[in-house]
């Protein structure tokens, strides 16, 4: 299994106000139970009566162990369908099992495809915190953030991994990435640094130091101060790049969340760069609202 380094102290007092509600909690994670291998259930021959949660723990090179992946399937699973996928990251202070313990994501689901609101799906959830404070704060002092062990695994590992043992559409139109806070800043970054592989991409409340995105600070903010072209023109930005298919939802609270002002921000300069994006600030700080859970999995998965 997984498991973090001890957190280290904080090395610069400038980035603590905004990294605090990321940042300030506790590293060990609550212990999943499940499978010591990556054994599937059993193929259905009919369809599921209802949803069902698979444990599994998934051999990562990247990460240097088996990483623990929840897997939910739809009422209804059955072999011989195919379904889209979501994949969902979870916030520095949680685990694999917020999205569906936490956020009611899994009720929600099934409530929307019964009525026929969202499409069906599988929703994978993995373990995300792996790095100490220390090494988070260094990698972020810039506000860039270069290749995560966890970008490898999830890009070169995890998809490939579902793609071959669940009856996946294993195309970018029904592959989809959307996480909260820490989550949300990797899930876009992830989907704007692997073009033609997600669909759609969310980032909720996203953990962005960077609060300032105009001129050439997204490009290097997203290719970690490398690959940035000051002079290409911006409204050829999204083409160039293979970007112009991917769709984008962000949404933040108000001036009690600290990634509020970076989250706007970066909705401007996605926008000014072609690329297609929906911006939904609400009232409230920095928190994931399980009632939210719903225009989420719309956005995803609706018609």
Not at 235 to 241: D, I, K, L, N
Not at 274 to 297: D, K, N, S, T
Request: proline share 8%; aromatic share 10%.
């Amino acid at each position: 299994m997984c498991r973090p380094l001890p957190a280290g102290r904080w090395g610069r007092r400038t980035l603590s106000a905004v990294l605090a509600v990321l940042l300030a909690c506790a590293f060990l994670r609550p212990a999943v139970a499940g499978p010591a291998d990556a054994r599937l259930p059993a193929p259905q021959s009919a369809a599921a009566a209802a949803p069902a949660v698979a444990r599994l723990r998934v051999p990562s090179e990247a990460m240097g162990c088996s990483v623990p992946v929840l897997v939910w399937l739809p009422a209804g699973y059955q072999a011989g369908a195919h379904y889209p996928v979501w994949y969902g990251l979870h916030g520095y202070s949680t685990s694999e099992t917020m999205w569906l313990q936490t956020a009611g994501a899994g009720e929600t689901a099934e409530r929307l495809i019964a009525a026929g609101l969202i499409r069906p799906l599988i929703m994978v959830f993995p373990l995300t915190r792996y790095d100490p404070t220390a090494v988070i704060v260094e990698d972020m002092k810039d506000g860039t953030r270069g290749e995560t062990r966890m970008e490898r695994f999830l890009c070169r590992e995890l998809i490939p991994w579902i793609d071959q043992r669940y009856p996946t559409v294993a195309t970018a139109d029904n592959r989809w990435i959307g996480g909260f806070s820490m989550g949300g800043l990797f899930a876009l970054q992830i989907a704007l640094r692997h073009p033609g592989l997600f669909g759609k991409a969310a980032g909720y409340s996203p953990a962005l130091v960077f609060r300032d995105f105009t001129g050439d600070r997204f490009e290097r903010w997203l290719y970690d101060g490398a690959d940035t072209q000051p002079t290409e023109p911006l409204e050829g930005f999204a083409a160039s790049r293979g970007l112009d298919r991917l769709a984008l939802y962000l949404d933040c609270g108000d001036e009690t969340d600290p990634f509020s002002e970076g989250t706007r921000s970066l909705g401007l300069a996605l926008a000014a760069r072609g690329l297609q994006v929906e911006c939904h600030p609400h009232p409230g700080g920095h928190a994931l609202r399980p009632e939210r859970v719903e225009e989420y999995l719309r956005f995803f998965a609706g018609p």
